[in-house]
């Protein structure tokens, strides 16, 4: 299966998945990214020009160490398929760097795995 239709099947089986993980609702973060609901706790998807970065709270919105942690966002845009490696940035924060900014309509999904094991997975869309 070529990589950019295996990519695309992910991210179109991904809103079922996260409803099983009980991704409820979204909303702006305290960095100015998506807030997403995830096990244990919420993740912050950021993107600027050069990199894509993932802060992690827990319950009650304090930050979540990310040592040790580590994760990969895919990024489908125009048909093609960039892989980001994410690794802890110091402090809460996950972070990989962007070959090119997204652009409007980029998908990107994210999954990641904390120190103690905890699974986070997102999927964003570019605005």
């Known amino acids: 299966m070529k990589p950019s239709i295996l990519a695309l099947a992910l991210v179109l ?3 079922a998945a996260a409803g099983a993980q009980g991704h409820s609702h979204s909303h702006k973060g305290p960095n100015g ?3 997403v609901d995830v096990a244990g706790g919420h993740a912050e998807f950021v993107d600027t020009p050069t990199e894509i970065a993932l802060h992690l709270s827990d319950e009650d919105g304090k930050p979540v160490a990310t040592k040790g ?13 960039e892989t980001v490696d994410l690794a802890s940035a110091g402090g ?3 972070a990989g760097p ?3 900014p997204l652009a409007a309509g980029d ?4 999954s990641a795995r904390t ?3 905890r699974k986070i997975q997102l999927r964003h869309v570019e605005r």
Do not use: F, N, R, Y
């Not at 942690?69 to 398929?81: E, P, Q, Y």
């Not at 998908?107 to 994210?110: D, T």
């Open 13 to 15: 089986a991904l809103p």
């Open 98 to 100: 962007l070959m090119k």
């Open 69 to 81: 942690a580590t994760g990969k966002a895919t990024i489908l845009s125009g048909g093609k398929t």
């Open 92 to 94: 809460a924060k996950l």
């Open 115 to 117: 120190a103690d094991g």
């Open 107 to 110: 998908k990107v999904v994210v």
């Open 33 to 35: 990214g998506e807030l």
